[in-house]
T-cell receptor, first 114, second 110 residues
Framework: NAGVMQNPRHLVRRRGQEARLRCSPM?????VYWYRQLPEEGLKFMVY????????ESGMPKERFSAEFPKEGPSILRIQQVVRGDSAAYFC????????????FGPGTRLTVL | SQQGEEDPQALSIQEGENATMNCSYK?????LQWYRQNSGRGLVHLIL?????REKHSGRLRVTLDTSKKSSSLLITASRAADTASYFC??????????FGSGTRLQVQP
């Protein structure tokens, strides 16, 4: 059973471009969480999704950031018009059901904005 | 401010010694979890302790939880060089999302 997959592992963008980060949860998992980690800091929650629904987006900036988890395919975190402050590691985690407390993390996507 | 704050921020010990990391939090929780992160990697779940539990063991790991003091500790016994990593506590409340502390960077010298 493959773990949580994220791609790309590294992404370089220039200011103003768009970044698309993908996350494929573990097989059988329908709950996805996105977190952002700045250097030397802990992870900060961004958004929690179930298939086709955003459940909690309280940690996501109101502008330029969006997330989706379609019925088919991976979850996508989209950052429009990136700025240098968006440079961070973005981690996706999944869990099998709402009452399952442990979250399984992917290896992360390291976004660098030039 | 952060829900979880780890202490110390960095810890360097010799192989075979025990390592103790502490975590404090601010609000009521359903459970507290500890994760490990190797440099440049994702997080690995280590152990979960529920709010009605006081102590839990898993292999060389021992976690305690004091809800009256809103604090937890992670003890790694007989440390190994492979234990070198950052360790994060994360709390979970009614919301599903985890709230992480800033981590303790553990260095185990061989």
């Amino acid at each position: 059973n493959a773990g949580v997959m994220q791609n790309p592992r590294h992404l370089v963008r220039r200011r103003g471009q768009e970044a698309r980060l993908r996350c494929s949860p573990m097989k059988g998992h329908s709950h996805v969480y996105w977190y952002r980690q700045l250097p030397e800091e802990g992870l900060k929650f961004m958004v929690y999704l179930q298939k086709e629904n955003i459940i909690d987006e309280s940690g996501m900036p109101k502008e330029r950031f969006s997330a989706e988890f379609p019925k088919e395919g991976p979850s996508i975190l989209r950052i429009q018009q990136v700025v240098r402050g968006d440079s961070a590691a973005y981690f996706c985690a999944s869990s099998p059901e709402a009452d399952y407390n442990e979250q399984f993390f992917g290896p992360g996507t390291r976004l660098t904005v030039l | 401010s952060q829900q979880g704050e780890e202490d110390p921020q960095a810890l360097s010990i010799q192989e075979g010694e025990n390592a103790t990391m502490n975590c404090s939090y601010k609000t009521s929780i359903n459970n507290l979890q500890w994760y490990r992160q190797n440099s440049g990697r994702g997080l690995v779940h280590l152990i979960l302790i529920r709010s009605n539990e006081r102590e839990k063991h898993s292999g060389r790991l021992r976690v305690t939880l004091d809800t009256s003091k809103k604090s937890s500790s992670l003890l790694i016994t007989a440390s190994r060089a492979a234990d070198t990593a950052s360790y994060f506590c994360a709390t979970q409340t009614g919301r599903r999302a985890l709230t992480f502390g800033s981590g303790t960077r553990l260095q185990v010298q061989p």
